[in-house]
């Protein structure tokens, strides 16, 4: 199998690259990343000789189109990703996460390539802290952030291309990942590297928001089984039961690096603020037969504090930058 995969230098592409190399050596990979301030080649490096590299945006239509021809499957996850950034800038997340998934869109329709559709939970808008009620494939979009938006447009576009054009696609929304090589801007990174500097983690508002966490790696291997089983047209929900309170995520990373549980800051809430996200996944479960690697959070969540010890010159050269970007906005 040729396989593209946009955004193989980010968080979790890099993350598919590593366990698709692993796991299947019959797939060819090509990734495609345009290496913004997010996509760090380093990422690959430990695959770099297994794989194909080309930097470039995905809203490049003649360039996505050479590489779409050459491809049998595109999985794409190239993205803006972060809603503090959607906050205080829109614009790169229409960009890239309309116009990039709708170039992206064309060449599989002119080429019949079969194509995976990575997007979030947050399309759905939040859910009260007290509502037992889950996300489920047939919840309302209702997005909070352009962030949020952006997705949910790009996954209108996907189902509209399927209904309208035949596109041979399927569409994933997952949880809140957690894992090696996530940006120090993102929440559980960004406080195991304030701790390991000496700084107090920093919670929005109350700390009382609750997120649903997934292993990367646990988000990957449910792409591979919708990429071989899913049904075209179908949308699949990706979540392990992995519901935390933030300040109860902040207390375990204090307790596991031996602080003192109490010793973080409360900061000036994100404007917007999405209470709860919680995923049903009974239908990938029952349908595709898949099953979390990775169940325990306590042990998922100390696994990756070690990871950030001992790959500090992985993420060392962003944290200043990322830092001076949250002091602007008093969090
Ligand atoms: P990330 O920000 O770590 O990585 C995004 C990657 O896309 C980077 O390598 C960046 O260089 C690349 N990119 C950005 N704009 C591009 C463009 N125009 N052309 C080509 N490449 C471009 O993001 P992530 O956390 O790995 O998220 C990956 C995907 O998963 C996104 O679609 C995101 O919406 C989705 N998702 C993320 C989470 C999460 O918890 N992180 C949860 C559910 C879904
Ligand atoms: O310093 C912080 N303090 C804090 O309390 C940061 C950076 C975040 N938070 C809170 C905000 C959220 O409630 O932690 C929670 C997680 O924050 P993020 O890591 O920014 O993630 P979130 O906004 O939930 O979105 C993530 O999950 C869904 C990813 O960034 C998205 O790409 C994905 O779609």
């Not at 040729?2 to 090509?30: C, K, M, W, Y």
Request: glycine share 6%; with cysteine.
């Amino acid at each position: 199998m040729r396989l593209l995969v946009t955004g193989g230098a980010g968080f979790i592409g890099s993350n598919f690259v590593h366990q698709t190399v692993r796991e299947r050596p019959d797939v060819r990979v090509t990734v495609l990343d345009a290496l913004t301030y997010a996509g760090d080649e380093d990422s690959l490096a430990p695959v770099a000789d297994s794989i194909s590299f080309v930097r470039g945006d995905v809203a490049d239509a003649e360039l996505v189109d050479r590489l779409v021809a050459d491809a049998d499957v595109v999985v794409h996850f190239a993205a803006e990703s972060h809603n503090d950034n959607s906050l205080a800038d829109p614009w790169p997340f229409l960009q890239t996460n309309v116009v990039g998934t709708y170039t992206l869109l064309e060449a599989v329709r002119r080429h019949g390539t079969r194509y995976h559709h990575i997007s979030t939970d947050e399309v759905y808008g939040d859910l009260e802290l007290d509502d037992p009620a889950k996300f489920t494939p047939d919840t309302p979009y209702n997005p909070s952030s352009p962030y949020s938006s952006t997705k949910a447009a790009s996954d209108l576009l996907v189902r509209a291309w399927v209904r309208s054009f035949g596109v041979q696609a399927t569409l994933s929304n997952c949880s809140n990942n957690y894992g090696p090589y996530q940006h120090v801007e993102k929440f559980i990174p960004r406080q195991i590297t304030n701790v390991i500097d000496g700084v107090r983690p920093k919670l929005y508002g109350t700390g009382e928001n609750v997120r649903d966490w997934i292993h990367v790696e646990d988000h990957n291997s449910a792409v591979w089984a919708i990429v071989e089983r899913g049904r075209i047209g179908e949308t699949y929900l990706i979540g392990a039961d992995g519901e935390e309170n933030n300040r109860d995520v902040v207390e375990l990373i204090l307790e596991l690096t031996g602080q003192s549980r109490d010793a973080y800051d409360l900061v000036t809430d994100r404007p917007g603020h999405d209470l709860r996200y919680a995923i049903d996944s009974t239908k990938l479960r029952e349908e595709l037969g898949w099953a979390p690697r990775y169940p325990s959070f306590r042990d998922g969540l100390a696994a990756t504090i070690d990871w950030y010890r001992d790959n500090e010159a992985w993420w060392r050269p962003q944290k200043d930058a990322t830092e001076a970007k949250y002091a602007q906005l008093g969090r």
